[in-house]
């Protein structure tokens, strides 16, 4: 069963990669919770089990701290929609940890679910040695999402990304494959030809990952190594006897080896020393700091809300910033903003505790091995040196990007954070202790009902978030009726969905363009503003809906209420030129000539390629009606 649940957890971060990380559509997150959620009820198998390693009580604690005040802060969250993408990310997460620090604790269990990581990884360098080779305009798969082919087919030119929508992601994967390989050939107790297998595999994924030309993968791979090499000397203390020295100089040797190959991709390469020079001088990711330190002071103890980055980082970021971030590029900061204070404080106490509790596991389980045999070689030291180096990795990184948003890379590192709370490996004296069989029961009970409430999270939003896809795809091809049908079918799924509003009201404004009479487009306008008022209703800090309710009220005959709901995404998105263009046309039409031009030529500081004639026109009219008549 336990093997089962293993694979079962590699199918999931299989299945979120395959469907770009899971990431910026809610939807391709499901099928990867579905199965977490699967594995999670099954995790009750746990019950039966009377011996086996008990989790430190510490860490399952802080564990059940933090997500019980995130899930608290997205339950309450003002924007439910953006809300529940987290709540279910978070379920999924918790499901992850619970089953590898209480049910997944036997090390060849565990190395069932890294071994799928290794086919992963071994795929996902392919595509990206691929990617490298090719002026690509899109993935080795159909794009299942209309709006990312237009925002990421020609984004990132030849650097690998594989089924990521970003390079970072991938480095953030590969890298943890690429040091878990190194501990289980260095350290594990595979034969010869498995281990060669291991070490082929991590070494393609450290391929793929210098391929990626990620600088947060570049610092965070320094990082886990060097952790890596401590804790080998470390291991090397406890055991090997005498064979320390020849151990020692053959870990030096491939370490020396690894530095030289680096050092002669980066002296071969002007685009990798381009890359790794800008380092430390990222002025990009300084902005969006400053960005988050706004949002923070709005609500540093409950923060602002989940993912409200996305509505604070328009309204705050600077005017020569032309990117509309989605995330943060530093996820201790986006957490810090959007969760408030005791969620990093808690985050810095897991990590810490995580940390602790996994370095004192490594020394008993290398101890145990000594005594029972002259090598300290094991799987549980192995995978304990792998999670305590990807660990190193993942705070590394996370100063960088944003992989913990990612749900693939958030499912693994789950993975990984439960693996240090339990070594798999029974302490002395431990196997009939009454406090470690309650942990594990506890985490077990933990699991299924995570695993049972995610099921139940993902089965409400499969339908609307399924339609809401489909009614994007149709809607931005101009397909107005089968955009209309997914609208309405996603809405009898799930009524309180703002996107699927804001379809249907996009459809009906598509439609009125198509509509012979006056009196038909304008009650098409009017149906169209209905639904758009619901769309700001549900999610009233999104400007685009706001935006698009005001082309509604305005084309409808409402220009009063119009320039209201203008102004308002105007204030939450003052970057956006949209909002000044339509500004202006909405004074156009009230004949308020000068103010009309002032809105255009705002909106030509924003980068409008149109502005140039729409000033010149208004100011046409502007001298045509100040000119005295015959």
Request: glycine residues 10%; positive net charge.
């Amino acid at each position: 069963m336990r093997y089962l649940i293993a694979i079962l957890c590699a199918l999931a971060v299989t299945s979120a990669q395959a469907l770009y990380g899971g990431a910026m559509r809610p939807v391709f997150a499901l099928p990867a919770f579905a199965t977490v959620g699967v594995a999670g009820v099954l995790g009750l198998s746990g019950l039966f089990r009377k011996n086996g390693s008990a989790p430190g009580f510490s860490c399952l604690t802080t564990v059940l701290a933090l997500a019980g005040w995130l899930l608290w802060c997205e339950w309450t969250a003002l924007d439910a929609s953006l809300a529940a993408g987290y709540l279910r990310l978070t379920m999924a997460c918790l499901v992850m940890y619970f089953l590898f620090a209480c049910v997944i604790t036997n090390p060849l269990h565990r190395l069932a679910f890294v071994s799928g990581l290794l086919v992963l990884a071994m795929g996902q360098t392919a595509v990206g040695i691929w990617q490298t080779g090719h002026a690509h305009t899109g993935f080795p798969l159909p794009w299942f999402s209309e709006q990312l082919r237009l925002w990421y087919a020609l984004r990132f030119g030849n650097l690998a990304h594989g089924f990521y929508l970003n390079h970072n992601h991938l480095a953030w994967f590969l890298n943890a494959v690429w040091l878990s390989a190194l501990a289980l050939t260095c350290w594990g107790r595979w034969g010869v030809t498995a281990k060669v297998l291991c070490l082929y595999a991590g070494l393609m994924s450290l391929a793929g990952s210098i391929l990626t030309g990620s600088r947060g993968g570049f610092l965070s791979l320094a990082a886990g190594l060097g952790l890596f090499c401590l804790l080998s000397a470390m291991a090397l203390a406890i055991g090997a006897r005498n064979k320390r020295l020849g151990a020692l100089l053959a870990l030096l040797a491939g370490f020396g080896m690894l530095a030289g190959t680096g050092w002669y991709i980066y002296e071969s390469s002007h685009v990798v020393q381009e890359r790794y020079n800008l380092l430390l001088e990222d002025s990009y990711r300084s902005s969006i700091i400053a960005v988050v330190a706004r949002q923070f002071q709005l609500e540093p103890l409950q923060g602002t809300g989940a993912g409200t980055f996305l509505y604070f980082g328009r309204q705050f970021r600077d005017a020569s910033n032309p990117f509309d971030d989605v995330y943060a590029h530093n996820d201790w900061a986006q957490v810090t903003a959007d969760f408030g204070f005791p969620a990093l404080a808690l985050l810095l106490v897991i990590v810490l505790l995580h940390f602790a509790n996994g370095l004192k596991s490594l020394s008993e389980v290398l101890r145990q091995r000594m005594t029972a045999s002259s090598r300290p070689q094991s799987h549980a030291a192995a995978l304990m040196m792998a999670a305590l180096s990807c660990l190193a990795i993942f705070v590394t990184h996370s100063f960088f990007d944003f992989n913990m948003q990612i749900p693939a890379n958030a499912l693994v590192a789950a993975a990984f954070l439960g693996m240090l709370a339990n070594s798999g490996v029974e302490a002395a004296g431990s196997r009939r202790s009454p406090a470690g069989r309650g942990n594990r029961i506890a985490g077990s009970l933990a699991a299924a009902a995570s695993g049972a409430g995610l099921l139940f999270l993902v089965w409400r939003a499969a339908g609307p978030e399924f339609y809401g896809l489909k009614a994007e795809n149709a809607l931005l091809i101009g397909d107005w009726e089968k955009g209309s049908e997914m609208a309405k079918a996603g809405l009898v799924a799930g009524q309180a969905h703002p996107g699927l509003h804001a379809a249907l009201g996009e459809s009906y404004m598509l439609q009125s363009l198509a509509l012979g009479t006056a009196s038909a487009r304008w009650m098409n306008y009017q149906a169209a503003a209905r639904e758009f008022s619901e769309a700001v209703r549900l999610a009233p800090m999104v400007s685009a809906y706001r935006l698009q309710l005001a082309r509604a009220l305005m084309e409808a005959g409402r220009p009063g209420r119009a320039e209201e709901e203008t102004l308002e995404a105007i204030r939450l998105g003052p970057a956006q030129l949209d909002g000044y263009e339509l500004y202006g046309q909405i004074l156009e039409r009230a004949m308020r000539w000068t103010e009309a031009a002032r809105a255009y030529h705002i909106s030509g500081m924003r980068g409008n390629p149109r502005w140039g004639k729409q000033f010149e026109n208004v100011e046409r009219k502007r001298r045509a009606a100040e000119t005295p008549q015959g």
